[in-house]
């Protein structure tokens, strides 16, 4: 089976920052796009920011110049660096990637569990 938590959630005022990790473990070959999601109440999950196995990135319009997302795929891991965190950005935050199951030859979506971020004015 495959796992990914996230890690980093937490409460900011507006301004501050966050760094949110996930993490994927479990019987992996490979991963392909991981991506963070928000989720606000009454709303579909929206892309906040992606990126490839090779490290091309994008980010959401409303997020550009504020947050960056990386991966280190030694350590299996996506990063969100959150600065100057607003108000909007509060929701809950799941971790995305695409899964490449050792014996498998094909690839699986996996999420996380989300973490909370909530900012405060």
């Known amino acids: 089976q495959v796992q990914l938590v996230e890690s980093g959630g937490g409460s900011v005022q507006s301004g501050g920052s966050l760094t949110l990790a996930c993490t994927a473990s479990?019987?992996?070959?490979?991963?392909?796009?991981m991506a963070w999601f928000r989720q606000t109440p009454g709303r579909d999950r929206d892309k906040v920011a992606g990126i490839a196995s090779g490290g091309s990135a994008n980010v959401a319009e409303s997020v550009k110049g504020r947050f960056t997302i990386s991966r280190d795929n030694d350590k299996n891991t996506v990063y969100l660096q959150m600065n100057n965190m607003q108000p909007e950005d509060t929701g809950i935050y799941y971790c995305f990637a695409e899964v490449r199951r050792v014996g498998f030859t094909y690839d699986q979506e996996y999420w996380g569990r989300g973490t909370q971020v909530t900012v405060t004015s």
């Open positions: 479990g019987s992996i070959s490979s991963l392909g796009n």
